[in-house]
């Protein structure tokens, strides 16, 4: 007869425990839900202040550089950037239409710590651009919430159909 090592003592006691008292059913139920909950675990709110930088760290030029999608206004925006294209960060270049319709985001500027609600508008007119594209959802909902999703085209609504760039207007201090 060999001896048992203490640790396989302890796992054969609770296993026959549990399988005394829990059926096959209840043991496969509780493992479906746990890996039904595993599985859904990305689908929950995230806390996106760990990812801001620290109080004091060093930011790079390209916070303030509207031509660059690190831009702190574009923290909402998907496409390509009209100040890349031949306008501004917030004006159409020539021979686009801004869209009547936009979607808005609330973007910290780093630069004076105070969060600003940001309008999205797609210019159209021309076809896209293809100079700078920027992807960008910090706060991004998700698409049954159109009025705050980035991840639509724009252009409708009495303009052209036809997509050239994204444009970002400051509207107010976000309260």
């Not at 396989?8 to 496969?28: C, G, M, P, Q, Y």
């Not at 808005?104 to 700078?132: A, E, F, I, M």
Request: net charge positive; with cysteine.
């Amino acid at each position: 007869m060999t001896h048992k090592h203490w640790i396989d003592e302890i796992i054969e006691t609770s296993a026959r425990r549990i399988a005394s008292r829990a059926s096959r059913r209840s043991f496969l139920s509780k493992l479906g839900a746990t890996l039904v909950g595993t599985a859904a675990l990305p689908l929950l709110p995230i806390a996106r202040v760990a990812r801001a930088e620290a109080p004091g760290a060093k930011l790079s030029d390209e916070w303030n550089d509207e031509k660059n999608c690190a831009y702190w206004a574009y923290c909402a925006t998907a496409g390509w950037l009209c100040s890349a294209c031949g306008g501004t960060s917030s004006q159409c270049p020539p021979g686009t239409e801004m869209s009547p319709i936009a979607w808005v985001g609330t973007c910290k500027n780093p630069g004076d710590g105070k969060s600003y609600v940001v309008s999205y508008h797609d210019c159209c007119g021309l076809s896209q651009c293809g100079n700078s594209i920027c992807e960008r959802s910090e706060g991004a909902t998700a698409r049954y919430r159109l009025q705050k999703s980035n991840s639509v085209t724009w252009c409708f609504g009495g303009v052209s159909n036809t997509y050239h760039c994204t444009i970002s207007r400051l509207l107010s201090v976000a309260d």
